[in-house]
């Protein structure tokens, strides 16, 4: 059953959630995927690495911008269709050659997709249900988002068993165009725009540069921080730990894949909905300080049990860290930026930053497992996040208030039904 809260209508609600469900390649794009198949193309794993890297750059470059740009636009829906298309696009070409440097343009376009859709979303999110209800329907968002890549996982795995790893790539633009069509029947009318930048005014004040937004706010500084050292640890993790197994002929290339992903996403979903309650009554400080101690737990297991059934408590614990940050992270930056004008180009720094962390690891891990061997690559990546539990906990009288349960300024944008 669809509830009606925040004014918003079913046909808007429903179709969020189809698209935050089928929005799972864009975001991920074929990456645990791409490593195996490379793999079993010859490359080896520092130059899969890199190749990812060179993504992951191209993504961090973009976020901010991204994020800018549909603070400013009032057709929010243009930054769901794009990455839509550059998602076709970049499963096709991938299947014309392996070279490296088409493989890095697919990429790019990938992790350029993946930067615009998450502010694009969000915003589409706040623009329909408010700063009064974001908070519940993200979990709800984010729960479909995990289903999502759970389904197309388990897809994937079974037709690159079925079919060869061309099906997989198949699935990738099928799930991009249906992206697009879900955006398209969210109506327009039913997002306000200037709620959707976190605005509660009709100012004509100069809009803040994303830099300085982050910078002058402490505690998202603190935040972007925390979570570049967790994704310089956590972005290879997955990738690595399927080549790892693969390569030491423990598993098949996409069935095995397809279950890292299945079993993390299935955790994710319930992460989600645990985060969510947590944030209302509890706040999203020790949400987010769970999600920073599950990473130096799973790189200890991860390197001590690199067998077929490793799996299940590897990316359990993969589920738990990142099935709460995608509730928290962007519910935290909305609670803060509320009222700025400025919710998605601050989405956007904090973003940034965290991608610089994301974008360095696949690099970092791949060359530390060819060089040090795959054992060490998984306890010096999950040591990364022994910084972000120091950083959490060093600053905690600043974060506990910014993270604190609802506020009455939350309850205080009501928004107005959509006729």
């Known amino acids: 059953m669809v509830e009606r809260s925040s004014g918003a209508k079913p046909q808007g609600i429903v179709a969020l959630f189809s698209l935050n ?12 995927f791409l490593g195996v198949f490379l793999l079993a193309h010859g490359w080896e794993s520092g130059l899969i690495g890199t190749v990812m890297t060179v993504g992951g750059i191209a993504g961090m470059i973009m976020t901010t911008p991204a994020g800018a740009m549909i603070d400013a ?74 289903a999502g890549n759970m389904v197309g996982a388990a897809l994937s795995g079974f037709l690159g068993w079925k079919f060869g790893f061309g099906a997989v790539f198949i699935l ?57 050292l967790f994704h310089l640890g956590n972005a290879a993790m997955l990738p690595l730990y399927g080549l790892a197994v693969v390569s030491g002929q423990e598993g098949n290339g996409p069935g095995f894949v397809a279950v890292t992903i299945v079993v993390a996403q ?20 020790l949400v987010l300080l769970i ?21 299940f408590p590897v990316q359990a614990l993969d589920g738990i860290g990142a099935g709460l940050q995608s509730v928290a992270v962007p519910g935290l930056v909305a609670r803060i930026l509320n009222g700025t004008g400025r919710v998605n180009v601050g989405q956007g720094a904090v973003m940034t930053v965290q991608g610089v962390g994301a974008a360095l690891s696949p690099a970092i891990g791949g060359w530390l497992a060819q060089e040090l061997g795959y054992p060490a690559a998984f306890t010096i990546l999950g040591c990364f996040a022994v910084g972000s539990i120091v950083i959490w906990l060093s600053f905690t009288s600043l974060l506990k208030p910014a993270c604190a349960g609802k506020r009455a300024d939350d309850s205080a944008a009501v928004p107005v039904p959509v006729s």
């Not at 469900?21 to 645990?32: E, S």
């Not at 974001?134 to 968002?141: A, P, S």
């Open 266 to 285: 299935a955790v994710m979903i319930v992460a989600s909905i645990v985060a969510m309650r947590m944030a209302e009554k509890e706040g999203y400080w």
């Open 172 to 228: 990738a633009a099928v799930f991009g165009a249906l992206s697009i069509i879900s955006v398209l029947i969210i109506p327009r009318k039913a997002i306000d725009d200037q709620v959707a930048r976190g605005s509660n005014d009709d100012s004509s004040r100069a809009p803040a540069s994303a830099w300085r937004v982050l910078l002058d706010c402490k505690p998202l500084v603190v935040l972007a921080a925390a979570l570049a």
């Open 73 to 146: 636009t009032t057709n929010k829906r243009t930054f769901v269709i794009i990455p839509g298309i550059f998602t076709v696009i970049a499963s096709a070409v991938i299947l014309v050659s392996q070279s490296f440097w088409v493989v890095a343009a697919s990429q790019v376009a990938t992790a350029i997709a993946g930067a615009a859709i998450v502010p694009a979303v969000t915003g589409i999110t706040l623009g329909i249900v408010h700063q009064a209800g974001f908070n519940r329907q993200n979990g709800r968002n984010q729960a479909f988002n995990h």
């Open 291 to 311: 999600s920073f101690i599950a990473l130096p737990i799973r790189g200890l297991i991860a390197a001590s049990v690199i067998k077929y059934w490793g799996v």
């Open 21 to 32: 469900f089928f929005m799972a390649d864009i975001q991920a794009g074929i990456g645990p």
